[in-house]
């Protein structure tokens, strides 16, 4: 048996021939890890191109030698691309997915060689070999070669196949063998991991996890929220974003509107008080960011929860009035608009998405 090939049914009519297997799956684009490596890289861009040019001018030195000593480059010498192929039974993939009944039985290509000679080649391109020879086996039922246990990103993977084929009767099986036992919590984090708990929470129909997963991506994400290219609904990709951009622009309107406030002077007791207070304001906003020209489209770089604790975490000036105290003293500043108020009363988290709203009946 050549390395690569897995049989399944060793009878089976079908081969599946995985072209690119193990492409990079869910990728998460982390931009600070990128800024942080960004200085490196661009102190070395010279060097680095250096060594290109002398390595391709050596390489071609080299082709150049080889060619005339041998006439021409050896065929032989160009690797191959990685495949993996699968031997599985017409009839099991049939039965359980109406893709591939489509394509074994319909007009395409492959149902026309499969019925013509009884047997066929099926290509398809970067899935995950692990997770595909899983949902095959589940397919074969041969539940006796299925793991006890899966990681996340092994779930996935399998709920993206069994979406993919719509092999729809398998989804309370795969839930109750491994989703409900991941060990693997909800993250409390924007991040990759939450993306992912985000689709099986979709797929499985896990209304609380649904809720949870979507509250804390519009709540902590700093740019939009995107989908990693998991098969979510972009309809629930575009609401989070707009709940998100809500909840920041009301964040931030407040805030315009306590400067506007002050500078109009229809907020102070005077002109001293409306003047402290606006610089006050203005040098707090400049300090995270939050002055008009420095806000950016979609709001990048801003989350919600940290926005709303930033500003609610404002603290007024404090200085003493002109008036002389019956004691000596002058006391300090005190009228209802020397202390700042902003947004206490608000939530730092959006409400997250109730999932029934986007289930079709």
């Not at 979510?232 to 920041?248: F, S, T, V, W």
Request: net charge negative; aromatic share 10%; proline share 4%.
């Amino acid at each position: 048996m050549e390395e690569g090939t897995h049989i399944i049914d060793p009878e089976g009519e079908v081969i599946i021939v995985v072209r690119n297997p193990n492409a990079p799956f869910a990728v998460w684009n982390d931009e600070s890890a990128q800024a942080g490596t960004a200085d490196s890289q661009e102190s070395n861009n010279v060097a680095e191109t250096v060594a290109l040019v002398l390595m391709s001018d050596s390489a071609q030195i080299d082709a150049s030698n080889d060619e005339s000593a041998t006439g021409s480059v050896e065929e032989d010498s160009i690797p191959s691309k990685p495949e993996v192929r699968i031997q599985v039974s017409a009839k099991h993939l049939m039965l359980a997915s109406p893709v591939f009944k489509k394509a074994l039985s319909g007009k395409w290509k492959e149902g026309s060689t499969f019925v013509r000679t009884g047997s066929v080649e099926i290509d398809t391109e970067g899935w995950d070999v692990e997770a595909f020879l899983i949902l095959l086996r589940i397919l074969h039922c041969q539940h006796h070669r299925l793991p006890k246990r899966v990681s996340l990103e092994l779930a996935v993977k399998i709920a993206v196949l069994a979406d993919y084929y719509e092999c729809n009767d398998l989804v309370g099986f795969i839930r109750d063998a491994w989703i409900d036992h991941l060990r693997e919590e909800l993250p409390k984090t924007y991040s990759r991991n939450l993306i992912l708990w985000l689709w099986i929470a979709w797929y499985f129909k896990f209304p609380i996890k649904f809720k949870r997963a979507t509250s804390i991506a519009m709540s902590q994400s700093k740019d939009e929220i995107v989908s990693l290219d998991l098969p979510i609904p972009m309809r629930i990709i575009y609401e989070m974003n707009q709940k998100r951009q809500q909840a920041i622009c009301k964040v931030i309107l407040a805030l315009q509107r306590e400067y506007e406030a002050f500078m109009t002077g229809s907020k102070g007791c005077n002109f001293e008080c409306s003047s402290i207070m606006l610089g006050s304001l203005m040098k707090q906003m400049l300090s995270k960011g939050l002055l008009e020209s420095q806000v950016q489209f979609y709001y990048k770089g801003f989350n919600v929860t940290g926005l709303t604790k930033s500003v609610q975490s404002f603290v007024a000036p404090r200085w003493r009035t002109s008036v002389y105290c019956y004691n000596g003293d002058y006391p300090d500043h005190n009228c209802p608009h020397s202390s700042f108020s902003l947004l206490n009363s608000s939530s730092d988290t959006v409400e997250g998405l109730k999932l029934r709203q986007f289930l079709v009946d």
